[in-house]
């Protein structure tokens, strides 16, 4: 079995346990393999596994590796993890089923144009800055509320569920748990939120999908 199989199913058994460990038998996360920078011969083994979540941060490597490819397997979800600009909204409208980072009004007023000329809805997560770092991009969480309301009753937008990348200050669990209110707060379904080095912690307050990248296909160049 190639190496990032052998990673995904092992990360796959780590999750169930921990489910196990928290009592909460219904939690069903997702796992989206982040297959930025990886060439497609890596990704292959897991599509054919049965793998459907892959996620991509930029969007013209996304159109390089994922066109052709969704062509043959249309049953594959992608997903926009990487700051997405205004500029890309087309093209990304065009290639991805879900945008993790939806973080500004003029984004947004985009991205509900493009889905109009496309006849697409896609799936969107409002991206937090719940670490309030000014170097980061994401919705405040005193913005949270209005935000939401005028992506979804001004722009008919399909919100449903909110994400994070938090401080790298080993403190992941209080954001998480932070973040864990403002999904309830807002009445959403999906929380997005752990990497390689925190998705059991994001586990632990209910993350419903997490991004892992380096842990399936190693550290990259």
Same mark, same amino acid.
């Given at each position: 079995?190639?190496n990032?199989?052998?990673?995904?199913i092992?990360i796959?058994k780590e999750?169930?346990?921990k489910?196990?460990?928290t009592?909460n038998v219904t939690?069903k996360?997702?796992i989206i393999?982040v297959?930025?920078?990886?060439?497609i011969e890596?990704i292959l083994p897991?599509?054919n596994?049965?793998h459907?979540?892959?996620?991509?941060n930029?969007?013209?490597e996304? /159109?390089?590796?994922? =066109?052709? &490819?969704?062509?043959?397997?249309?049953?594959?979800n992608l997903? #926009?993890i990487g700051?997405? +600009?205004t500029?890309?909204?087309?093209q990304?409208?065009?290639?991805?089923d879900y945008?993790h980072?939806l973080?500004? /009004?003029?984004?947004? =007023?985009? &991205?509900s144009?493009?889905?109009?000329?496309?006849n697409k809805? #896609?799936?969107l997560?409002? +991206?937090?800055?719940?670490?309030?770092?000014?170097q980061?991009?994401?919705?405040y969480?005193?913005?949270i509320?209005?935000f939401?309301?005028s992506c979804?009753?001004g722009?008919?937008?399909?919100?449903?569920?909110v994400m994070?990348?938090?401080?790298?200050n080993n403190n992941s669990s209080?954001?998480?748990?932070?973040?864990?209110?403002l999904k309830n707060?807002?009445?959403?379904?999906?929380?997005s939120?752990?990497m390689?080095?925190?998705?059991l912690?994001a586990?632990?307050?209910e993350?419903t999908?997490i991004?892992?990248?380096s842990?399936?296909?190693g550290k990259?160049?």
């Amino acid at each position: 079995m190639h190496n990032c199989l052998d990673n995904l199913i092992e990360i796959q058994k780590e999750i169930q346990l921990k489910i196990i460990d928290t009592n909460n038998v219904t939690q069903k996360p997702k796992i989206i393999a982040v297959t930025k920078t990886n060439p497609i011969e890596n990704i292959l083994p897991l599509i054919n596994y049965g793998h459907l979540d892959y996620g991509e941060n930029k969007v013209q490597e996304a /159109l390089e590796k994922w =066109e052709s &490819i969704k062509g043959d397997f249309d049953h594959l979800n992608l997903h #926009m993890i990487g700051k997405l +600009q205004t500029n890309k909204v087309k093209q990304a409208v065009s290639l991805f089923d879900y945008i993790h980072s939806l973080d500004n /009004l003029k984004l947004a =007023e985009k &991205i509900s144009n493009e889905q109009v000329k496309q006849n697409k809805k #896609m799936k969107l997560f409002i +991206q937090i800055n719940i670490g309030e770092e000014p170097q980061k991009s994401g919705v405040y969480i005193s913005d949270i509320k209005k935000f939401y309301k005028s992506c979804v009753e001004g722009l008919g937008l399909n919100i449903i569920g909110v994400m994070c990348l938090p401080p790298n200050n080993n403190n992941s669990s209080s954001y998480f748990s932070k973040m864990k209110n403002l999904k309830n707060y807002l009445n959403l379904k999906e929380l997005s939120m752990g990497m390689s080095n925190d998705y059991l912690d994001a586990i632990k307050f209910e993350a419903t999908y997490i991004r892992i990248g380096s842990k399936i296909f190693g550290k990259r160049n």
